[in-house]
């Protein structure tokens, strides 16, 4: 498995992946990171796409926008790969928000060193701002 920049080529793909692992994916967001200068976007690849991640940055901080993995490629590190790429870029944090009643997604990023920093509103459910160091 690598983890590299995605490309136009991609799309496809990473939309049927993010159909299938997100319920409330931030609109447009996928399309603008396939295009010139959008946010940071990578894939993990197995010889296919089968998890991504997108990310914008602001200063220090790396803001995860969406991690997806294809639900028959969980649990075999794609998404902990993506996250470590992330973590080699400039920045010194990450941070990221999670549906609180989401306990897969927050067990994999507890795992991951992420903590609680605050709560947001940018699901229809409660949500929670997890941070860690890059």
Excluded: K
């Excluded at 991609?10 to 447009?28: C, F, W």
């Excluded at 295009?35 to 991640?53: E, H, N």
């Amino acid at each position: 498995m690598t983890v590299r920049p995605a490309t136009p080529a991609d799309g496809p793909a990473l939309r049927a992946i993010q159909r299938a692992a997100i319920a409330e994916p931030v609109e447009d967001l996928l399309e603008l990171a396939l295009g010139d200068g959008g946010p940071r976007c990578l894939v993990a690849d197995d010889g296919t796409p089968v998890g991504y991640a997108l990310a914008l940055a602001d200063g220090d901080t790396c803001y995860v926008a969406e991690l997806a993995v294809a639900p028959d490629h969980r649990r075999e590190g794609h998404g902990t790969a993506l996250l470590a790429a992330l973590a080699d870029g400039p920045e010194s944090e990450l941070r990221l928000s999670v549906r609180a009643d989401d306990d897969g997604a927050r067990a994999f990023y507890r795992a991951c060193g992420f903590e609680v920093v605050g709560r947001t509103d940018r699901f229809e459910s409660e949500g929670l701002v997890l941070a860690r160091e890059a």
